[in-house]
């Protein structure tokens, strides 16, 4: 049975309106439907992703990752950021997992002004823990907040999202993009931790297939493991600096991987630390 191939994080977004407005703004284009993601997955061979709610522009409202749930039923498992100020996180998140289809939740830590010892983030932990669900940290920057989250929640599965590392939204990647990795690469210690290869290509400064990527990934696959390491191209945050082709096929054509490693890396981990897999229903 062939593995799927599955982004480990994808962003999905309506024109900012009235009914649903944004309350920032995220790199990319003006509008990206769960239409338009489907369409551009079968483009290139990508059988399903995880859709996370993008923070920039809906904050804690996932309704609309919701309604692309509805609509392609099959491609997409959905995360939600958590916001740990809020009093009724255990309420939220047994609702949010009580939808078909959802997978995980998020904390912004590198978006909010937010200490290690927060009741709030403990809270989301254990809620996630209970559910049975994994927790994705955007955390660049915060690292030393994660470890903490990670030493102290250990029945808690942890995501670090990409890479643990700040990536840029423009061209080029700055020079010092691979800096934090020996902070990111102690956190494999934990056990409960895994880690999502994603927007990787946007810390090249190399051309498409970015081939200076290779020798910190492979540090990142050595302490880590392949079985806890996820591909994703962080669509559509990267668009001004690769396409989602580009994202994709950096991954298929380099001769860094074996085809086990690139199965594992491109879907088959994401399946066991999601509990999830594609269905082409639509």
């Given at each position: 049975m062939t593995t799927p191939t599955i982004d480990v994080q994808v962003h999905a977004y309506e024109r900012d309106h009235p009914g649903r407005p944004w309350l920032g703004t995220l790199a990319g284009p003006a509008e990206v439907t769960g239409d338009d993601m489907v369409a551009a997955m079968e483009e290139v061979g990508v059988d399903g992703a995880i859709l996370v709610s993008p923070f920039s522009m809906y904050q804690y409202d996932a309704s609309y990752a919701l309604e692309v749930y509805e609509q392609h039923p099959g491609r997409f498992g959905l995360v939600r950021p958590f916001d740990p100020d809020s009093d009724t996180i255990e309420q939220e998140m047994e609702e949010w997992t009580s939808h078909p289809g959802v997978v995980g939740a998020r904390i912004m830590l590198a978006r909010i002004e937010i200490d290690a010892d927060h009741p709030g983030i403990n809270r989301i932990l254990a809620a996630g823990s209970k559910a049975d669900v994994p927790i994705n940290v955007m955390c660049?920057?915060?690292?030393d907040i994660f470890r903490s989250m990670a030493k102290n929640n250990p029945n808690t599965q942890l995501i670090i999202d990409h890479l643990g590392l700040a990536?840029?939204?423009e061209p080029p990647a700055p020079d010092d993009a691979w800096s934090d990795l020996p902070d990111v690469l102690a956190l494999a210690e934990f056990d409960n931790v895994a880690i999502k290869i994603s927007g990787a290509g946007t810390?090249?400064?190399k051309p498409f297939p970015y081939p200076d990527i290779w020798k910190p990934l492979s540090q990142i696959f050595q302490a880590y493991g392949f079985d806890r390491c996820m591909w994703g191209t962080d669509w559509t945050r990267a668009v001004n600096l690769l396409t989602y082709e580009q994202g994709v096929e950096a991954f298929r054509v380099t001769d860094q991987l074996t085809n086990?490693?690139?199965?594992?890396?491109?879907?088959g981990s994401l399946e066991k630390i999601y509990k999830w897999s594609p269905t082409k229903t639509d």
């Open positions: 660049s920057g915060k690292l990536q840029p939204y810390l090249s400064h086990d490693e690139r199965a594992k890396l491109m879907g």
